[in-house]
């Protein structure tokens, strides 16, 4: 998980509390992504960014609102906890590789496990 | 129906059998296809990549892609315990931001 950071680990959330994901990246890559995981499941696309600026929703954005202010930083904001939000949440970022620098191999930082109560 | 679906598993299989994790894909224009592993508790990490159709040896792994069929397959040879994890399956599209869709994963334990 070299080059990207979550915080925090762990949290335990009241339903209608929010709080900020962080995620933070020393690679210098432009596209950044928010994923949650359920137990058992695969990777949902919450928000995606492709540059400092510029945000786009995923498959599951409902609930959820980040920013891009850095090339290095893509906090996620979740407000008004609810329960479905009980996930574990993986932050990642894409760099190009293969033929021609056309495809686009991500990294994930360690996540950090939300449960809501 | 999903874009991506992948063998569920759980798979267990003895120390040193071979092992193969399988995907299928009803999208065509993905091009890009990963493999991932992920341990316990932690983040996935990418295992291998491959772009074309065909096979792609990386040590005890091989990656194969069979755009015709819209199949994927991962093998691992001589499996060891240290092998035992969940496996993701992930493909792109072409300048598509990036963003892969994943399998829902399948975990192989390799049991000593």
């Known amino acids: 998980n070299a080059g990207v950071t979550q915080t925090p680990k762990f949290r335990i959330l009241k339903i209608g509390q929010s709080m900020t994901l962080q995620c933070t990246q020393d690679?210098?890559?432009?596209?950044m992504y928010w994923y949650r995981q359920d137990p058992g499941m695969g990777l949902k696309l919450i928000y995606y960014?492709?540059?400092?600026?510029?945000?786009d929703k995923g498959e599951v954005p409902n609930g959820y609102n980040v920013s891009r202010s850095t090339t290095e930083d893509f906090p996620l904001r979740l407000e008004l906890a609810a329960p479905s939000q009980t996930s574990v949440y993986f932050c990642?970022?894409?760099?190009?590789?293969?033929?021609?620098?056309?495809?686009?191999?991500?990294?994930f930082g360690p996540g950090t496990r939300l449960t809501v109560l | 129906q999903k874009e991506v679906e992948q063998d569920p598993g759980p798979l267990s299989v003895p120390e040193g059998a071979i092992v193969s994790l399988n995907c299928t894909y009803s999208n065509s224009a993905f091009q890009y296809f990963m493999w991932y592993r992920q341990y316990s508790r932690k983040g996935p990490e990418l295992l291998m990549y491959?772009?074309?159709?065909g096979n792609k040896e990386d040590g005890r792994f091989t990656a194969q892609v069979d755009k015709s069929s819209k199949y994927i397959s991962l093998f691992i040879r001589d499996s060891q315990p240290s092998d035992s994890a969940t496996y993701l399956c992930a493909m792109t599209r072409n300048t598509n931001a990036g963003k892969s869709t994943f399998g829902d994963g399948t975990t192989l334990t390799v049991k000593p």
């Open positions: 960014s492709v540059g400092a600026g510029i945000t």
């Open positions: 690679m210098n890559h432009n596209y």
């Open positions: 990642a970022i894409a760099t190009r590789e293969g033929a021609g620098g056309i495809t686009d191999t991500q990294y």
């Open positions: 491959t772009y074309s159709s």
